[in-house]
């Protein structure tokens, strides 16, 4: 395969040397070449002396790097826990149908497209989401996701010069005096993105340039409610703030006519009246006690989120105007390290990626080892890393995503002030490639900051010194894992190895190295700002604060919701989420994702709380949360962790790399009805020695989805072995879809979508399906306007 | 020592700093390891040298754990014990190799088919017979009747043809009696005990044979007048020539083997004579006792049973059958009865089968010689009433069907009603079946138990009868069952007694655990199939005796292949099996803790052999990623040839950038082949290298670099 090999060369050329190189050289000559020949790889062996074995470990361990060409345009469909949920499987054969691939991916024969299916994008409220090239889009069904990947070609063939997005609209400007709107801000972090945000901003600057309606248009991130996406915000002279969601470009023209104007127009699309087209449906008010969004945040207690969806998150002065900094200027001008670390220590600060451990203490243990080895090394300057974990992996989690989006400096901030407590003067922020708005976002706060003096050389002319760069992770979940996560820093792949000697003492190039969570960090400057003790005042005996959850799956109001420690389940659940979208019962909610477990509704008056969450035998882990009704099959989901998991294992330790497999396997029989007696009881003996006997947190805690399931659903399991059914009516082998004649119409809506054609039946007679040739997709159920499809 | 601990309840010292494994080494405690090197950083990813450390919510890799003042570690608990069982049981689920070649494992003897054929087609037929005598005293005999189930099992079959396994051991065998002074093996120093054989049949003989070889006594009591047993008396001799038996016994009695022939157990000598005389006793009495037809009228019908018919002949006695022979049964003895009646000069010769050819029983190649001789078999008919007549036998005959499947598995015959026919005969045979006889024993008072089928009750694994010192094995345990399967046993029983004389505990032989690529040929790997059929090859055929010779003649029908023959139809074998069998640390470990890896059957690594390299070899099936290999080319020789590729179930160990080996920056040093805990890396020794460095040295010459060799190559780990 021919490659541009010059080019290789001057990548080469720019890297070389850098300590670490490994990643950021195959990403680089792959983001050239859009995939990874083989030559290429051993071209970079001989350019700069690492070895070709190591980077073909490296280039085959990360699910970034292709070895093989892809196609123009990639479409990654995810298949994250809320959109496994919420039918994810039948997105991807939709697809697969559509583009005449294999479900499972591939590259159409004309090489237009490569289809992909991966682990999460993190826009689990809007599920089930595609991404094509940069673009989600979500809420799909298999109807839809049939048609996206025409409409994207034919958006691609036909015009290649964009339409101005505001053609047809004409405002005439009108003064609204002290009402007038200075201001608009459109939420733009990945959620509001997926929804359509990007082009309902571009047609409101378009609109702002050509009829010079003279008002500032700002970006902002994540407000958390996912659900209610794209947002519009209007900031009148005097400050007033009226919120819009839902918005799209209809929205949008209706609400520039009414507030800047009228429409003089010969196109009325903008004026005329929608069927429900009424602007007052899009209008939120987060005061009106009624309203669902006074539930959604009346619970809530942000201090991660506090400035999500206030402030522009690539604006640095938004960040300071409102406090932002501060903490840092206070710890600078009169705190001493030890100080700082008894403050965090006293705050009760707990390690927000899932394990809990005392944040304060950890610090501590790194000041001590970079003391120590200061004092062994006497002279000479010894270095001590800081590291920023933001590789989010878990499916159905986006927490990490939308503070790094929406609220960058906060993070910096955080990290800068435990820097200067533990003596670090170097630090990574390791974030995960699949967010290419954080990373964007994260260089912009960094050169922001340094430019402002909080990083680089002598801090805010302190004797502290610090430069954070930004590390694109690669795609493994175990690189959450400290020791693989150094390990992948380090141009290596990310296999964990035994602890200890921790990172304190010995980590990224054998240097003493702290490295917290997103949200950890998060938490420092309001702890600094505020006070350890009134942090301390939030909580439980054991865990203080608050938490960041997404809340996603079967949730009638998904998003990013940061509760106080100690608040109940179902009261995250059904006050916050307002119960399921479906009304159907809420059945268990799995809290922790591939590592946690699933509570079931009879514990959901468990708190948010470490010990009472492992209680469960769930986990707290990062955040994610994910909603289960009454048609979730349990042993299904089991499976769906299970293969996430052993798909993530690094491989090197026999009881995961091994372990997994054949739990997944004995999962998937059962899930195909063809369970046998034992099964159960191997899966318990599996789980337990898999976690007895594993190196990492990866595998110590894979078996968890397995053991909650089989301890709270043991019946489920069962009825799969022994009956040969689903209860849930989920495992396509254990059921048959049917038409009731009673509730039938006979519109044909289900033989149409029918993807196998196994319907029949006249216009305005009954409709049969043939068991015979039905595949048991459920499109039929889907799309049927009178539910009249049964599920048995 | 600076540490004070505990290990399995022995205050230890250590040092800060020191692994748990270290400390426990240098105390003796023995903890197993498949991925720790002693001279490389500890990697702790197999996980078989866990241990559980008190107050500890997990267990620990005991490599790679550092130990701590007051820790309390066991490193052999229940738990401990359970993990590493699965461990091993979870990597042998995903192993793709061969321990023994498939036909070895099937043979009820073990023999070293690969082993043999190896050094065979090295020509090296003396130590052949050598390696063939450590499983079976009777190869000539053997590859001559015996029914060869381990050609059944030849891998060539997934592809090709089997390898012509029995005949080679007969060529090898042959080639040995030809000389003027055939192998004995050497006879152990005596013991002084004495053990007391009873029946000189293939399992007694085997038995006599190696309890010689361990330096014990051996008396053996036969009733007939002739020793060999079911091969004397029951074979005929075109199968098996009386001469080739004769040899064979011969070379037991030079060890030094007692044979009393025409001494009845139970008339000349009792159970309790023997246990006062001998220091042990081996039953190895048979299943001479022929099976009733229970048809009407078979008392005075004048039916003969086929094995009577079979021993009269075989000591030279006339047996009147007339012209119209009729056998009923469908063995290896109806076929050897209706053979014989043919070279006796009978015209017509037919055999009533109640079942078809699927089901029956005999050998197929039997079948086709008998056919060939012009022997009829009538399928799906049974006899159901028999008369005399003046003028000879009136059978009445019934055809049958075949309905549900019985509890062997075979289709149960059911009489078809109104079908039936008659038939006249001069002579009627059955051979429908032999049982054991153990009058001769002496009932109760020889406290030896009898199983409800009327068999002696034997222990499986020893062969001790519910009588202290007193063996049973061979057809009066197991009931009628081929030549080898009592020569196996009486090999094995040999262990046991000789376990018992000495005063240990009777455990048996030892049993390898034996990993297979796949039970059977069919459902070998699509990769080793198409190698295999790249080297498709015709078996070689035996040369027969002519069907006009064969006439009135008890001369051999088989004749032997020539050096010619035995030489190419040699290079066929595979030689499957691994070559690092004897280091094997996954084997032995996986016979130490009972391993069942059935329970986690699933997918399986794929099969790939690299021999690109010019002396190693790499099979990636049998890799278990301890990542040795790969570490010691870094750290060690800071090469880096060789590295990890993928991740999790399907992550393997591979030259740099997935390529032949001889591509990499390998420089052949060899370190890593010693370290390989597995056959995944080997020397590419040749089969018969390796099977004489086993038989000379006990070594395993797949993983021992030759001293001159290691110089040349590199450096010796230091």
Same mark, same amino acid.
């Given at each position: 395969?021919?490659?541009?090999?010059?080019?290789?060369?001057?990548?080469?050329?720019?890297?070389?040397?850098?300590?670490?190189?490994?990643?950021?050289?195959?990403?680089?000559?792959?983001?050239?070449?859009?995939?990874?020949?083989?030559?290429?790889?051993?071209?970079?062996?001989?350019?700069?002396?690492?070895?070709?074995?190591? !980077?073909?470990?490296?280039?085959?361990?990360?699910?970034?790097?292709?070895?093989?060409?892809?196609?123009?345009?990639?479409?990654?469909?995810?298949?994250?826990?809320?959109?496994?949920?919420?039918?994810?499987?039948?997105?991807?054969?939709?697809?697969?149908?559509?583009?005449?691939?294999?479900?499972?991916? %591939?590259?159409?024969?004309?090489?237009?497209?490569?289809?992909?299916?991966?682990?999460?994008?993190?826009?689990?409220?809007?599920?089930?989401?595609?991404?094509?090239?940069?673009?989600?889009? %979500?809420?799909?069904?298999?109807?839809?996701?049939?048609?996206?990947?025409?409409?994207?070609?034919?958006?691609?063939?036909?015009?290649?010069?964009?339409?101005?997005?505001?053609?047809?609209?004409?405002?005439?400007?009108?003064?609204?005096?002290?009402?007038?709107?200075?201001?608009?801000?459109?939420?733009?972090?990945?959620?509001?993105?997926?929804?359509?945000?990007?082009?309902?901003?571009?047609?409101?600057?378009?609109?702002?340039?050509?009829?010079?309606?003279?008002?500032?248009?700002?970006?902002?991130?994540?407000?958390?409610?996912?659900?209610?996406?794209?947002?519009?915000?209007?900031?009148?002279?005097?400050?007033?703030?009226? !919120?819009? %969601?839902?918005?799209?470009?209809?929205?949008?023209?209706?609400?520039?006519?009414?507030?800047?104007?009228?429409?003089?127009?010969?196109?009325?699309?903008?004026?005329?009246?929608?069927?429900?087209?009424?602007?007052?449906?899009?209008?939120?008010?987060?005061?009106?006690?009624?309203?669902?969004?006074?539930?959604?945040?009346?619970?809530?207690?942000?201090?991660?989120?506090?400035?999500?969806?206030?402030?522009?998150?690539?604006?640095?002065?938004?960040?300071?105007?409102?406090?932002?900094?501060?903490?840092?200027?206070?710890?600078?001008?009169?705190?001493?390290?030890?100080?700082?670390?008894?403050?965090?220590?006293?705050?009760?600060?707990?390690?927000?990626? @899932?394990?809990?451990?005392?944040?304060?203490?950890?610090?501590?243990?790194?000041?001590?080892?970079?003391?120590?080895?200061?004092?062994?090394?006497?002279?000479?300057?010894?270095?001590?890393?800081?590291?920023?974990?933001?590789?989010?992996?878990?499916?159905?989690?986006?927490?990490?995503?939308?503070?790094?989006?929406?609220?960058?400096?906060?993070?910096?901030?955080?990290?800068?002030?435990?820097?200067?407590?533990?003596?670090?003067?170097?630090?990574?922020?390791?974030?995960?490639?699949?967010?290419?708005?954080?990373?964007?976002?994260? *260089?912009?706060?960094?050169?922001?900051?340094?430019?402002? @003096?909080?990083?680089?050389?002598?801090?805010?002319?302190?004797?502290?010194?610090?430069?954070?760069?930004?590390?694109?992770?690669?795609?493994?979940?175990?690189?959450?894992?400290?020791?693989? !996560?150094?390990?992948?820093?380090?141009?290596?792949?990310?296999?964990?190895?035994?602890?200890?000697?921790?990172?304190?003492?010995?980590?990224?190039?054998?240097?003493?190295?702290?490295?917290?969570?997103?949200?950890?960090?998060? *938490?420092?400057?309001?702890?600094?700002?505020?006070?350890?003790?009134?942090?301390?005042?939030?909580?439980?005996?054991?865990?203080?604060?608050?938490?960041?959850?997404?809340?996603?799956?079967?949730?009638?109001?998904?998003?990013?919701?940061?509760?106080?420690?100690?608040?109940?389940?179902?009261?995250?659940?059904?006050?916050?989420?307002? %119960?399921?979208?479906?009304?159907?019962?809420?059945?268990?909610?799995?809290?922790?994702?591939?590592? @946690?477990?699933?509570?079931?509704?009879?514990?959901?008056?468990?708190?948010?709380?470490?010990?009472?969450?492992?209680?469960?035998?769930?986990?707290?882990?990062?955040?994610?949360?994910?909603?289960?009704?009454?048609?979730?099959?349990?042993?299904?989901?089991?499976?769906?962790?299970?293969?996430?998991?052993?798909?993530?294992?690094?491989?090197?330790?026999?009881?995961?790399?091994?372990?997994?497999?054949?739990?997944?396997?004995?999962?998937?029989?059962?899930?195909?009805?063809?369970?046998?007696?034992?099964?159960?009881?191997?899966?318990?003996?599996?789980?337990?020695?898999?976690?007895?006997?594993?190196?990492?947190?990866?595998?110590?805690?894979?078996? *968890?989805?397995?053991?909650?399931?089989?301890?709270?659903?043991?019946?489920?399991?069962?009825?799969?072995? *022994?009956?040969?059914?689903?209860?849930?009516?989920?495992?396509?082998?254990?059921?048959?879809?049917?038409?009731?004649?009673?509730?039938?119409?006979?519109?044909?809506?289900?033989?149409?979508?029918?993807?196998?054609?196994?319907?029949?039946?006249?216009?305005?007679?009954?409709?049969?399906?043939?068991?015979?040739?039905?595949?048991?997709?459920?499109?039929?159920?889907?799309?049927?306007?009178?539910?009249?499809?049964?599920?048995? | 020592?600076?540490?004070?601990?505990?290990?399995?309840?022995?205050?230890?010292?250590?040092?800060?700093?020191?692994?748990?494994?270290?400390?426990?080494?240098?105390? &003796?405690?023995?903890?197993?390891?498949?991925?720790?090197?002693?001279?490389?950083?500890?990697?702790?990813?197999?996980?078989?040298?866990?241990?559980?450390?008190?107050?500890?919510?997990?267990?620990?890799?005991?490599?790679?754990?550092?130990?701590?003042?007051?820790?309390?570690?066991?490193?052999?608990?229940?738990?401990?014990?359970?993990?590493?069982?699965?461990?091993?049981?979870?990597?042998?689920?995903?192993?793709?190799?061969?321990?023994?070649?498939?036909?070895?494992?099937?043979?009820?003897?073990?023999?070293?088919?690969?082993?043999?054929?190896?050094?065979?087609?090295?020509?090296?037929?003396?130590?052949?017979?050598?390696?063939?005598?450590?499983?079976?005293?009777?190869?000539?005999?053997?590859?001559?009747?015996?029914?060869?189930?381990?050609?059944?099992?030849?891998?060539?079959?997934?592809?090709?043809?089997?390898?012509?396994?029995?005949?080679?051991?007969?060529?090898?065998?042959?080639?040995?009696?030809?000389?003027?002074?055939?192998?004995?093996?050497?006879?152990? /120093?005596?013991?002084?005990?004495?053990?007391?054989?009873?029946?000189?049949?293939?399992?007694?003989?085997?038995?006599?044979?190696?309890?010689?070889?361990?330096?014990?006594?051996?008396?053996?009591?036969?009733?007939?007048?002739?020793?060999?047993?079911?091969?004397?008396?029951?074979?005929?001799?075109?199968?098996?020539?009386?001469?080739?038996?004769?040899?064979?016994?011969?070379?037991?009695?030079?060890?030094?083997?007692?044979?009393?022939?025409?001494?009845?157990?139970?008339?000349?000598?009792?159970?309790?004579?023997?246990?006062?005389?001998?220091?042990?006793?081996?039953?190895?009495?048979?299943?001479?006792?022929?099976?009733?037809?229970?048809?009407?009228?078979?008392?005075?019908?004048?039916?003969?049973?086929?094995?009577? #018919?079979?021993?009269?002949?075989?000591?030279?006695?006339?047996?009147?059958?007339?012209?119209?022979?009729?056998?009923?049964?469908?063995?290896?003895?109806?076929?050897?009865?209706?053979?014989?009646?043919?070279?006796?000069?009978?015209?017509?010769?037919?055999?009533?089968?109640?079942?078809?050819?699927?089901?029956?029983?005999?050998?197929?190649?039997?079948?086709?010689?008998?056919?060939?001789?012009?022997?009829?078999?009538? #399928?799906?008919?049974?006899?159901?009433?028999?008369?005399?007549?003046?003028?000879?036998?009136?059978?009445?005959?019934?055809?049958?069907?075949? &309905?549900?499947?019985?509890?062997?598995?075979?289709?149960?015959?059911?009489?078809?009603?109104?079908?039936?026919?008659?038939?006249?005969?001069?002579?009627?045979?059955?051979?429908?079946?032999?049982?054991?006889?153990?009058?001769?024993?002496?009932?109760?008072?020889?406290?030896?138990?009898?199983?409800?089928?009327?068999?002696?009750?034997?222990?499986?694994?020893?062969?001790?009868?519910?009588?202290?010192?007193?063996?049973? &094995?061979?057809?009066?345990?197991?009931?009628?069952?081929?030549?080898?399967?009592?020569?196996?046993?009486?090999?094995?029983?040999?262990?046991?007694?000789?376990?018992?004389? /000495?005063?240990?505990?009777?455990?048996?032989?030892?049993?390898?655990?034996?990993?297979?690529?796949?039970?059977?040929?069919?459902?070998?790997?699509?990769?080793?199939?198409?190698?295999?059929?790249?080297?498709?090859?015709?078996?070689?055929?035996?040369?027969?005796?002519?069907?006009?010779?064969?006439?009135?003649? #008890?001369?051999?029908?088989?004749?032997?292949?020539?050096?010619?023959?035995?030489?190419?139809?040699?290079?066929?074998?595979?030689?499957?099996?691994?070559?690092?069998?004897?280091?094997?640390?996954?084997?032995?470990?996986?016979?130490?803790?009972?391993?069942?890896?059935?329970?986690?059957?699933?997918?399986?690594?794929?099969?790939?052999?690299?021999?690109?390299?010019?002396?190693?070899?790499?099979?990636?099936?049998?890799?278990?990623?301890?990542?040795?290999?790969?570490?010691?080319?870094?750290?060690?020789?800071?090469?880096?040839?060789?590295?990890?590729?993928?991740?999790? #179930?399907?992550?393997?160990?591979?030259?740099?950038?997935?390529?032949?080996?001889?591509?990499?920056?390998?420089?052949?040093?060899?370190?890593?082949?010693?370290?390989?805990?597995?056959?995944?890396?080997?020397?590419?020794?040749?089969?018969?290298?390796?099977?004489?460095?086993?038989?000379?040295?006990?070594?395993?010459?797949?993983?021992?670099?030759?001293?001159?060799?290691?110089?040349?190559?590199?450096?010796?780990?230091?």
């Amino acid at each position: 395969m021919d490659f541009d090999k010059n080019a290789v060369d001057r990548i080469i050329e720019q890297r070389k040397g850098a300590k670490g190189a490994a990643i950021p050289l195959l990403q680089a000559v792959q983001r050239e070449l859009r995939y990874l020949p083989v030559d290429a790889i051993k071209q970079i062996a001989d350019g700069t002396g690492i070895p070709a074995a190591q !980077l073909y470990g490296v280039a085959t361990f990360f699910t970034q790097f292709r070895l093989e060409p892809v196609g123009e345009h990639i479409i990654k469909v995810c298949h994250g826990t809320a959109c496994h949920v919420a039918g994810a499987r039948g997105i991807s054969e939709a697809l697969g149908d559509n583009l005449k691939i294999s479900a499972e991916g %591939g590259t159409t024969q004309d090489g237009f497209y490569t289809v992909e299916q991966v682990a999460c994008l993190g826009c689990c409220s809007l599920a089930p989401v595609v991404m094509i090239d940069e673009d989600v889009q %979500g809420k799909l069904t298999r109807t839809k996701a049939g048609k996206i990947a025409e409409d994207f070609r034919k958006r691609s063939e036909s015009c290649q010069c964009a339409a101005d997005p505001s053609e047809g609209l004409k405002v005439a400007k009108a003064d609204f005096g002290a009402k007038a709107i200075a201001k608009v801000v459109v939420g733009t972090g990945s959620c509001g993105i997926a929804s359509g945000a990007r082009s309902v901003f571009n047609l409101l600057k378009a609109a702002n340039e050509r009829f010079a309606l003279d008002f500032n248009l700002a970006e902002t991130g994540c407000i958390g409610m996912c659900h209610r996406e794209p947002l519009v915000e209007l900031i009148a002279r005097d400050g007033s703030r009226t !919120l819009y %969601g839902g918005v799209d470009a209809t929205v949008a023209k209706k609400i520039l006519v009414k507030y800047f104007g009228r429409e003089t127009g010969e196109t009325g699309e903008a004026g005329k009246k929608g069927k429900k087209g009424d602007l007052e449906r899009h209008l939120i008010d987060i005061r009106k006690e009624e309203s669902e969004e006074h539930a959604f945040f009346a619970k809530q207690k942000r201090i991660v989120l506090e400035n999500c969806g206030e402030i522009d998150p690539e604006k640095i002065e938004e960040y300071e105007a409102r406090g932002g900094y501060s903490s840092l200027r206070k710890v600078l001008a009169g705190m001493t390290p030890d100080a700082v670390i008894e403050e965090i220590k006293a705050s009760g600060l707990r390690g927000r990626g @899932g394990a809990g451990f005392s944040t304060g203490l950890k610090w501590k243990f790194t000041r001590d080892a970079i003391i120590a080895s200061q004092a062994s090394q006497a002279s000479k300057a010894s270095q001590a890393y800081i590291i920023c974990n933001a590789d989010e992996g878990d499916p159905g989690a986006f927490m990490d995503r939308s503070v790094l989006e929406s609220d960058p400096h906060r993070v910096l901030e955080g990290m800068i002030i435990a820097a200067y407590a533990i003596g670090a003067d170097k630090g990574y922020i390791y974030c995960r490639a699949e967010y290419p708005l954080a990373v964007k976002r994260l *260089n912009i706060a960094i050169e922001q900051a340094r430019a402002k @003096g909080y990083l680089g050389a002598k801090i805010l002319g302190s004797a502290h010194s610090l430069e954070i760069q930004v590390k694109e992770g690669a795609g493994a979940f175990v690189c959450g894992e400290e020791t693989a !996560l150094i390990a992948s820093i380090e141009g290596r792949r990310g296999m964990p190895r035994v602890r200890p000697p921790f990172p304190a003492q010995s980590g990224l190039w054998g240097k003493p190295t702290n490295i917290n969570n997103v949200e950890t960090f998060a *938490n420092v400057p309001w702890i600094i700002k505020n006070g350890a003790a009134a942090f301390a005042a939030m909580g439980t005996e054991r865990s203080k604060g608050s938490k960041v959850f997404a809340l996603a799956g079967d949730v009638a109001r998904g998003g990013l919701v940061e509760v106080p420690m100690g608040i109940s389940l179902r009261e995250v659940i059904e006050e916050i989420g307002g %119960g399921t979208a479906s009304g159907l019962p809420v059945k268990a909610v799995q809290l922790g994702g591939p590592s @946690g477990g699933c509570i079931p509704a009879s514990l959901m008056d468990t708190v948010v709380d470490y010990e009472a969450v492992n209680a469960t035998g769930a986990i707290m882990g990062s955040g994610g949360m994910v909603v289960m009704d009454t048609r979730a099959c349990m042993v299904d989901i089991a499976r769906f962790f299970i293969d996430f998991t052993q798909k993530e294992s690094c491989g090197k330790c026999t009881f995961c790399r091994i372990g997994t497999r054949r739990m997944l396997e004995t999962l998937t029989r059962i899930t195909e009805g063809e369970g046998e007696k034992g099964d159960i009881e191997l899966l318990e003996e599996l789980c337990m020695r898999v976690k007895d006997s594993s190196l990492c947190g990866l595998g110590q805690t894979a078996p *968890n989805p397995v053991l909650t399931t089989i301890k709270y659903f043991r019946d489920e399991y069962e009825a799969h072995i *022994n009956e040969g059914r689903c209860p849930a009516g989920k495992c396509r082998a254990l059921i048959t879809y049917s038409i009731s004649s009673e509730k039938c119409i006979g519109c044909g809506a289900c033989i149409r979508v029918c993807p196998v054609d196994a319907i029949t039946g006249e216009k305005k007679k009954l409709h049969v399906i043939d068991q015979a040739i039905c595949t048991r997709c459920g499109a039929c159920m889907q799309i049927c306007p009178v539910d009249a499809v049964e599920v048995k | 020592m600076s540490l004070k601990l505990k290990i399995d309840g022995r205050d230890v010292g250590a040092e800060q700093g020191e692994t748990i494994l270290t400390v426990a080494k240098r105390n &003796g405690i023995e903890i197993p390891t498949l991925c720790n090197q002693q001279e490389l950083v500890p990697f702790a990813s197999c996980f078989i040298c866990v241990v559980e450390i008190a107050g500890a919510p997990r267990l620990v890799p005991s490599c790679a754990t550092v130990v701590a003042e007051g820790m309390q570690i066991s490193t052999n608990s229940e738990r401990v014990r359970e993990s590493r069982r699965m461990c091993v049981e979870l990597l042998l689920s995903d192993h793709v190799g061969d321990c023994r070649g498939p036909c070895q494992v099937k043979c009820p003897a073990g023999i070293d088919i690969p082993g043999f054929i190896s050094l065979l087609a090295s020509k090296n037929t003396e130590d052949a017979i050598r390696l063939i005598k450590e499983a079976l005293p009777f190869p000539a005999s053997l590859g001559r009747v015996c029914p060869r189930p381990c050609e059944q099992q030849c891998r060539r079959l997934c592809s090709d043809d089997a390898v012509s396994i029995c005949f080679l051991k007969r060529y090898i065998a042959d080639e040995d009696l030809k000389r003027p002074s055939p192998y004995v093996p050497p006879v152990g /120093k005596s013991t002084g005990k004495k053990v007391a054989i009873v029946g000189a049949g293939p399992a007694g003989l085997s038995a006599a044979f190696y309890l010689r070889m361990m330096g014990h006594g051996v008396s053996v009591f036969d009733s007939h007048s002739e020793p060999g047993g079911m091969l004397r008396y029951g074979i005929p001799a075109y199968r098996l020539p009386r001469d080739i038996l004769a040899k064979e016994i011969g070379i037991i009695e030079k060890m030094g083997a007692r044979i009393e022939c025409n001494k009845s157990l139970g008339r000349d000598f009792t159970m309790a004579s023997l246990a006062k005389d001998y220091d042990a006793v081996f039953l190895a009495i048979g299943a001479q006792k022929a099976s009733e037809m229970r048809v009407e009228g078979e008392q005075g019908g004048g039916a003969i049973s086929g094995i009577e #018919f079979l021993e009269e002949i075989s000591k030279g006695n006339d047996v009147e059958t007339g012209d119209d022979v009729v056998v009923v049964g469908g063995g290896n003895t109806a076929i050897d009865a209706a053979r014989t009646a043919w070279r006796l000069g009978a015209a017509n010769v037919t055999i009533l089968y109640r079942r078809t050819r699927d089901e029956m029983p005999a050998d197929a190649m039997e079948i086709e010689a008998a056919l060939h001789e012009g022997v009829k078999i009538r #399928f799906l008919a049974a006899p159901v009433k028999m008369a005399k007549l003046a003028d000879g036998i009136e059978l009445e005959c019934i055809e049958m069907e075949l &309905g549900e499947p019985d509890a062997s598995g075979r289709r149960r015959p059911v009489p078809k009603k109104g079908s039936e026919f008659k038939m006249k005969a001069s002579a009627v045979i059955a051979a429908i079946g032999q049982g054991v006889d153990p009058e001769c024993v002496g009932g109760e008072e020889s406290e030896i138990k009898l199983t409800k089928w009327n068999t002696l009750d034997v222990n499986s694994e020893t062969f001790e009868t519910s009588r202290k010192g007193v063996f049973a &094995g061979g057809d009066c345990s197991t009931g009628a069952d081929i030549a080898v399967t009592a020569i196996a046993a009486g090999r094995k029983a040999a262990t046991s007694i000789d376990q018992f004389l /000495k005063g240990l505990r009777v455990t048996g032989e030892a049993k390898s655990y034996l990993h297979l690529i796949a039970e059977k040929p069919a459902d070998a790997p699509e990769e080793l199939k198409a190698r295999i059929a790249e080297t498709k090859s015709e078996r070689t055929v035996m040369p027969e005796l002519t069907k006009a010779a064969r006439a009135e003649s #008890f001369e051999e029908v088989e004749l032997g292949f020539t050096t010619e023959q035995a030489a190419r139809e040699a290079e066929r074998c595979l030689s499957c099996g691994c070559r690092s069998f004897q280091s094997c640390t996954l084997r032995k470990l996986s016979e130490e803790y009972g391993a069942k890896p059935e329970r986690f059957a699933g997918e399986k690594r794929h099969f790939h052999v690299d021999e690109s390299n010019s002396m190693i070899r790499y099979e990636s099936h049998k890799c278990i990623l301890c990542g040795s290999c790969i570490r010691v080319c870094s750290e060690v020789k800071e090469l880096d040839a060789l590295g990890f590729v993928k991740r999790g #179930f399907v992550a393997t160990m591979k030259p740099a950038l997935d390529r032949a080996w001889n591509q990499s920056s390998c420089d052949t040093c060899l370190k890593c082949v010693p370290l390989c805990p597995t056959g995944a890396l080997s020397l590419k020794v040749t089969p018969a290298e390796e099977v004489l460095a086993r038989m000379e040295r006990g070594a395993d010459a797949s993983k021992s670099i030759p001293a001159d060799r290691a110089s040349s190559y590199g450096e010796v780990i230091k």
